[in-house]
């Protein structure tokens, strides 16, 4: 946010980057991560230097130095250590920040809907050589994360191909208790969980790929006279990496991914049979 907002004062000062970077004696390179959210060393003499030659409101100025402390807080999950992927760091960044989160799953469950089982067999599926007490530290992640439903003012809409629920994930057993989980939870407010049946057929969601769109709420300065609302960004993981998608052009292609989802998913209680019924099939 910090990044965002000072790329877009200088851009709307009309101050080229190397006016930006001779007035705190900083590189492009350096520039280029500020401004990009990347990980540097923020001063607030420097930022403050920036405010003055962009010209920003005093309120603007006070606003963007408060964020530089928040910027520097490190979060829960860096105590977690190499349980956490260099990629999937910024991932828990956005989540642990979002207001809402509405994630399309074509083969495997949320982190955020999983039980400890089910992660477990997921973890020693992706590396069946590691040891017990490093599947527990990613297992202590998941219920880590799991926190965020508790917030009412957080929201998480999972849409997921009935495929997920019939890929037997630490086999019939786990599969049964994860499904009934999928059921009891999502019965709260804040979670919503929908299945999109493989009767459907062809249907855009075949095509996205499964991401995740994380929505964010406003941000105001002190008395609320500066406010800003960061944009929405869509996550998208791959076997070795991960895109962070933000360009107003490209979320909007997923949002309308979504449109088509919604409209081929049950509803919410049909879900809740389809789930109770399966997870009966398993126990037979």
């Given amino acids: 946010m ?18 930006a970077c001779k007035a705190i004696q900083c590189s492009p390179q350096t520039m280029w991560r500020l401004e990009g959210g ?19 409101p005093a309120d603007e100025t006070e606003a963007l130095l408060g964020l530089i ?31 809402r989160l509405t994630t399309w799953q074509l083969t495997l469950l949320p982190g955020l809907l999983q039980t400890a089982e089910y992660r477990r067999a997921v973890q020693w599926t992706a590396y069946p050589g590691m040891p017990t007490a490093a599947v527990e530290q990613h297992v202590k992640v998941i219920t880590k994360r799991q926190e965020r439903l508790r917030d009412p003012a957080f929201s998480i809409v999972a849409l997921l191909s009935e495929a997920v629920i019939h890929h037997q994930i630490g086999g019939p ?3 049964a208790d994860q499904l009934r989980h999928l059921i009891r939870i999502g019965q709260q ?17 075949l095509q996205t790929g499964h991401f995740v769109l994380m929505e964010f709420p406003a941000r105001a300065s002190k008395g ?9 960004v869509v996550y998208v993981e791959g076997f ?5 998608l933000d360009q107003t052009d490209k979320v909007d292609r997923y949002r309308g991914g979504l449109v ?23 126990e037979t």
């Fill in 69 to 99: 402390e928040e910027a520097q807080q490190t979060g829960w999950w860096h105590s977690y250590g190499d349980s956490v992927p260099a990629h999937f760091d910024l991932y828990l960044g956005l989540e642990d920040s979002a207001k």
């Fill in 189 to 205: 407010r804040n979670v919503s969980i929908r299945v999109v049946p493989q009767s459907v057929g062809s249907h855009l969601g």
């Fill in 2 to 19: 910090l990044g965002r907002q000072l790329r877009r004062l200088r851009e709307s000062a009309k101050v080229t980057t190397a006016a």
């Fill in 38 to 56: 990347q990980a540097v060393k923020l001063k607030y003499l420097e930022i403050r230097a920036l405010c003055e030659l962009y010209e920003a």
């Fill in 260 to 282: 088509e989802i919604n409209r081929h998913a049950l509803d919410e209680q049909d879900t809740r049979d389809m789930l109770a019924h399966t997870a009966k099939e398993y």
């Fill in 224 to 232: 609320l006279e500066t406010k800003w609302i960061e944009p929405p």
């Fill in 240 to 244: 070795t990496g991960a895109l962070y």
């Fill in 173 to 175: 057993a786990v599969m």
